[in-house]
């Protein structure tokens, strides 16, 4: 029984599932806690039907990044990149829903690299696969009760603690005070 529920999940490395997030601003502020683990060459894959909440999570990682926004969601443009404010990686944003295919991402010449950037791809499932064997793929579910699982894909995410991931969003801010006490 152990396994069900992480099918699909390389190495045994366990899927984390989020506390509830009854609002956009909960999505975001769990978003920017998502970002603390990110760093260049990352790749995140966000999966969810026509308003799940994959832009607003978007939104508080590129908070997270202190990336220059405002990250929208993109009718026409298929990838954005919001460069950093902070000397950190820009943040790719890629809307997968109608780009056939990753060698389109490529061929899209991107002012950024992937390699020096971090890139969330809404709508990626199924194709992102072919970009890196590296990932985090995040499901955002549920009507009442929404919630974000992420499951880690690859030898990047093989020693990364993720736990963290399901802690209460309310304790987001005390956290972040009592990490920046001296
Ligand atoms: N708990 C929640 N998490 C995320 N979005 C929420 C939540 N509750 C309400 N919303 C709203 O639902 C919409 C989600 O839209 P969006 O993030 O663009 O979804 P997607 O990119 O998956 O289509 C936004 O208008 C947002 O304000
Ligand atoms: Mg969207």
Excluded: C, N
């Amino acid at each position: 029984m152990a396994s069900v529920g992480v099918a699909g999940v390389g190495a045994g490395v366990p899927e984390v599932v989020s506390p509830a997030l009854p609002t956009a601003e909960a999505t975001r502020s769990w978003g920017v806690r998502l970002a603390s683990l990110l760093r260049p060459g990352d790749l995140v894959v966000l999966t969810g039907g026509l308003g799940a909440g994959k832009t607003t999570l978007t939104q508080g990682i590129g908070e997270g990044l202190g990336i220059r926004g405002p990250v929208t969601s993109p009718t026409f443009v298929i990838a954005r990149v919001h460069p950093s404010l902070v000397a950190g990686p820009p943040l790719v944003h890629v809307d997968a829903y109608r780009l056939g295919g990753f060698a389109e991402l490529d061929d899209l010449d991107l002012d950024a690299s992937l390699e020096e950037s971090v890139t969330i791809v809404e709508w990626g499932h199924g194709l992102a696969e072919d970009l890196s064997d590296d990932r985090l793929e995040v499901v955002l579910e549920g009507e009442d009760v929404r919630t974000a699982s992420v499951a880690p894909h690859g030898q990047r995410w093989a020693a990364t603690d993720l736990t963290v991931l399901a802690d209460p969003v309310e304790d987001l801010s005390a956290d972040t005070v009592r990490a920046e006490a001296p």
